[in-house]
């Protein structure tokens, strides 16, 4: 299970309506409950209806759903430069404010930053080119795990040439981004966990 998955199973969404700013109003948590949605104003009449169930929220005025992670985000504004929700933010604040860790989310965590770093061309120590690789081949492993029996006793070959392919990636040569990228891009389809 992963971070976001433990988050919307763990933290209830009326505990963060409780804690919002300003609170969010709600009558009860034992059944569904229409409530004002928090995010468009007022309503005459409710038009957010809150599902325990699901942990979710949805607005039929607004036409949006939210999940405990994407109400966060929205709730406290957090927002990239695309106009996206950061739900990267939402997702630590969450996990730290109810101590929820995974360690597959650690990576992916750093992976992320080394990718926007490599966006930007401001990776240039030997250290960061090695967690890079690292963590591609951590992912490209994930996905062999995932795979049932006979696809990865089928796939073995393509699996082992994977490996002796990546030994032939060098992290000191002025290709080593566009190699990096081409031998997981190539990985990913031989791997590929919905392959028959």
């Known amino acids: 299970m992963n971070l976001i998955d433990r988050i919307n199973e763990e933290v209830s969404i009326y505990d963060l309506f409780d804690i919002a700013d300003p609170p969010v109003k709600y009558l009860t948590r034992a059944k569904p409950c229409q409530i004002s949605c928090p995010f468009h104003g007022q309503d005459t009449h409710p038009s ?5 169930d699901t942990n979710s929220l949805r607005c039929f005025y ?8 994407t ?8 927002y990239r430069d695309n106009d996206k929700l950061d739900l990267g ?37 030997q250290e960061e080119r090695r967690d890079l ?29 994977l490996w ?7 992290l000191e040569s ?8 081409n031998w997981y891009g190539n990985a990913k389809i031989k ?3 919905e392959k028959p």
Do not use: G, H
């Open 48 to 52: 957010a209806r809150v599902y325990p």
């Open 62 to 69: 607004c036409s949006k759903s939210w999940n405990p992670v």
């Open 71 to 78: 109400f966060w985000a929205e709730d406290n504004n957090w």
């Open 89 to 125: 933010r939402a997702i630590d604040d969450l996990a730290s404010r109810y101590d929820i860790t995974v360690n597959t989310f650690d990576w992916q965590k750093k992976f992320y930053a080394l990718q926007k770093k490599d966006t930007e061309r401001n990776i240039v120590s």
């Open 133 to 161: 690789r690292d963590y591609y081949t951590w992912e490209v492993s994930n996905k062999l795990s995932r795979m049932d029996k006979s696809n990865r006793l089928s796939a073995r070959n393509d699996v082992l040439a």
């Open 164 to 170: 002796l392919d990546l030994e032939k990636v060098s």
């Open 174 to 181: 002025e290709t080593w981004e566009e190699d990096l990228k």
């Open 191 to 193: 791997v590929d966990v």
